[in-house]
């Protein structure tokens, strides 16, 4: 059994780009959730998709979008990158559930 | 408005001693905790749960404790090991809620000494 895994590691961009980070969920659940890590901070919820649709949305901008397809992987777009945007974005799987396994996280950089 | 609260930033102790370490809540309608234990470069590992229905549960060396009218919740690890040393964050969800979104605390960072 596959654990939770997200690519790329690490990315570079500068502001104003716009990036994409893709899940792949555990075998076995359906749900994908999102998080953001500002440095010292805890991981802040962005949104959730269940069944590819989105199922709940944190308190962030629109430029924050996301998909979910029907293997139930995942992307995570940012448009418009900024500076603070700068963190470490997790993704979590779950099985419809409170208990979530998350991914090792992809460090993004905004120069 | 921070809904999940770990007051103290890091904790130090020996090795073979209990480490204990503590979260608050604000959010009346959190009713599901869990505890995550993370090591640099990796993403947050489960450790343990507990329902708001139970004021303990327990799972080898690890212990949470709820109590409900105080809004607290603790981690008890007994006995404390190196291999412990990591950030721990308390999280938190509504249960009966549609998305079950998790609200995390800032993490204590855990060092255990030989």
């Known amino acids: 059994e596959t654990g939770v895994t997200q690519s790329p590691t690490h990315l570079i961009k500068t502001r104003g780009q716009q990036v994409t980070l893709r899940c792949s969920s555990q075998s076995g659940h359906n749900t994908v959730s999102w998080y953001q890590q500002a440095l010292g901070q805890g991981p802040q919820f962005i949104f959730q998709?269940?069944?590819?649709?989105?199922?709940g949305r944190g308190n962030f901008p629109p430029r924050f979008s996301g998909l979910q397809f029907p293997n139930y992987s995942s992307e995570l777009n940012v448009n418009a990158l900024e500076l603070d945007d700068s963190a470490l974005y997790l993704c979590?799987?779950?099985?419809?559930?409170?208990?979530?396994?998350f991914g090792a996280g992809t460090r993004l950089s905004v120069l | 408005d921070q809904q999940v609260k770990q007051n103290s930033p890091s904790l130090s102790v020996q090795e073979g001693r209990i480490s204990i370490l503590n979260c608050d809540y604000t959010?009346?309608?959190?009713?599901?905790f869990l505890w995550y234990k993370k090591y640099p470069a990796e993403g947050p590992t489960f450790l343990i749960s507990?329902?708001?229905?139970?004021d303990k549960n327990e799972d080898g060396r690890f212990t949470v404790f709820l109590n409900k009218s105080a809004k607290h919740l603790s981690l008890h690890i007994v006995p404390s090991q190196p291999g412990d040393s990591a950030v721990y964050f308390c999280a938190a969800s509504e249960v009966g809620g549609s998305n079950y979104k998790l609200t995390f605390g800032k993490g204590t960072l855990l060092t255990v000494n030989p």
């Open positions: 998709y269940y069944r590819e649709e989105e199922n």
């Open positions: 979590a799987s779950s099985s419809r559930g409170s208990i979530q396994y």
């Open positions: 959010n009346s309608m959190f009713d599901y």
């Open positions: 507990i329902s708001s229905i139970k």
